[in-house]
T-cell receptor
Framework: AQKITQTQPGMFVQEKEAVTLDCTYD???????LFWYKQPSSGEMIFLIY??????QNATEGRYSLNFQKARKSANLVISASQLGDSAMYFC?????????????FGKGTKLSVIP | DTEVTQTPKHLVMGMTNKKSLKCEQH?????MYWYKQKAKKPPELMFV???????INESVPSRFSPECPNSSLLNLHLHALQPEDSALYLC?????????????FGPGTRLTVL
C-alpha cells in the first residue's frame, strides 16, 4: 500500500522568506512519481511540481523546488521568496507505476499562511 | 494550455432533485477523473474514465452516475443525494503517458444538498 505523510497541519512564513513543506512517502514500487499541488480557498487544485523516482536531479519550477531524498523517502517542497498569494493548502501526492496507473495518493495537506 | 473547466461553480439542490455537473478539457487528454473533497480533507477519487470507458469506480453510491459522451467531456449525474454528499467536486484530466502523467484539475463545483 502507498502512503503519503505531511506532518505539518499549518505553517506560517514571513513574506519574502523561504519555507519548506515536509512530505514523506512509503511505497515498495521502484517506479513512482511525486506531485505537489496548491489549493487556494477558491478550491482549484493547481499543479506545482513533479519529481520522478528515476530523476537524477531535484525538480525546480520558478520559485518552487523539490528537495528529493530518495533514501529517506522524502520529497519536501521549498518555496523561495514567499508571497501573500502563496497562502493556501498544499498537498503532496504520489502515483505508483507506469501508464494506466491512475490512482493519486494524497497527503492530508499543509495550510500555509504568509504574513506581511 | 492546461485548462479544465467545470460548471456550475456552485449548486444547491434538494434531496429529490436531479442535477448534473459538467467538466470539459481540450488538451487531448485521454483520462478524466471525478474527485470528491470534504472540507479540510484531501480529494477522494470517485471515477476514472480512460479512452472514454469507465476504468475505475471507487465503490461510489449509485446516486452518482458518471458519463463520458466524448473524449473532451465528462458529466456527473446526481439523483436523490443526501446532505452528507455536500462537498467540493473536482474534475481532472491527464494524458495517460508513461512516467510523468500529471493530473490537471478544474476549479470545482461546490455542492450543497439540503
Amino acid at each position: 500500500a502507498q502512503k503519503i505523510t505531511q506532518t505539518q497541519p499549518g505553517m506560517f512564513v514571513q513574506e519574502k522568506e523561504a519555507v519548506t513543506l515536509d512530505c514523506t512517502y512509503d511505497t515498495s514500487d521502484p517506479s513512482y512519481g511525486l506531485f505537489w499541488y496548491k489549493q487556494p480557498s477558491s478550491g482549484e487544485m493547481i499543479f506545482l511540481i513533479y519529481q520522478g523516482s528515476y530523476d537524477q536531479q531535484n525538480a525546480t519550477e520558478g520559485r518552487y523546488s523539490l528537495n528529493f531524498q530518495k533514501a529517506r523517502k522524502s520529497a519536501n517542497l521549498v518555496i523561495s521568496a514567499s508571497q501573500l498569494g502563496d497562502s493556501a493548502m498544499y498537498f503532496c501526492a504520489m502515483r505508483v507505476g507506469g501508464a494506466g496507473s491512475y490512482q493519486l495518493t494524497f497527503g492530508k495537506g499543509t495550510k500555509l499562511s504568509v504574513i506581511p | 494550455d492546461t485548462e479544465v473547466t467545470q460548471t456550475p461553480k456552485h449548486l444547491v439542490m434538494g434531496m429529490t432533485n436531479k442535477k448534473s455537473l459538467k467538466c470539459e478539457q481540450h488538451m487531448g487528454h485521454r483520462a478524466m477523473y471525478w474527485y470528491k473533497q470534504k472540507a479540510k480533507k484531501p480529494p477522494e477519487l470517485m471515477f476514472v474514465y480512460s479512452y472514454e470507458k469507465l476504468s475505475i469506480n471507487e465503490s461510489v453510491p449509485s446516486r452518482f452516475s458518471p458519463e463520458c459522451p466524448n473524449s473532451s467531456l465528462l458529466n456527473l449525474h446526481l439523483h436523490a443525494l443526501q446532505p452528507e454528499d455536500s462537498a467540493l467536486y473536482l474534475c481532472a484530466s491527464s494524458h495517460l503517458s508513461w512516467g510523468r502523467d500529471t493530473q490537471y484539475f478544474g476549479p470545482g463545483t461546490r455542492l450543497t444538498v439540503l
